[in-house]
């Protein structure tokens, strides 16, 4: 069984910057591509950033510039800092991970973007 727990959303300022972790956990022999969705009050789920084992990454075109995916392959972790957040950014974000070929979702984290 594999865990995949998001931490780091909530209420920031336009402007302002948050850093979102997720750790993947338990049963993995190997952990693939990481990544992070969003999904905003009646719109689909969409890719923000993904980044591969080997460190390539690719960007939602809203988002570049602005967003930095980076990862930890000891602890299992991938990170979204999240700078110059504008009020579109606001969704539930969640993290995606391929272990050992099969696809896990977190429960998704809050990010609100207001002042």
């Known amino acids: 069984q594999v865990q995949v727990v998001e931490s780091g959303g909530g209420l920031v300022q336009p402007g302002g910057s948050l850093r979102l972790s997720c750790v993947a956990s338990?049963?993995?022999?190997?952990?693939?591509?990481m990544g992070w969705y969003r999904q905003a009050p009646g719109k689909q789920r969409e890719l923000v950033a993904r980044?591969?084992?080997?460190?390539?990454?690719n960007y939602a075109d809203a988002v570049k510039g602005r967003f930095t995916i980076s990862r930890d392959n000891v602890k299992n972790t991938v990170y979204l800092q999240m700078n110059s957040l504008k009020p579109e950014d606001t969704a539930v974000y969640y993290c995606?991970?391929?272990?050992?070929?099969?696809?896990?979702w977190g429960q998704g984290t809050q990010v609100t973007v207001s002042s």
């Open positions: 995606n991970v391929n272990v050992d070929t099969q696809i896990y």
């Open positions: 338990g049963s993995i022999f190997s952990l693939y591509s």
């Open positions: 980044i591969s084992r080997g460190g390539n990454s």
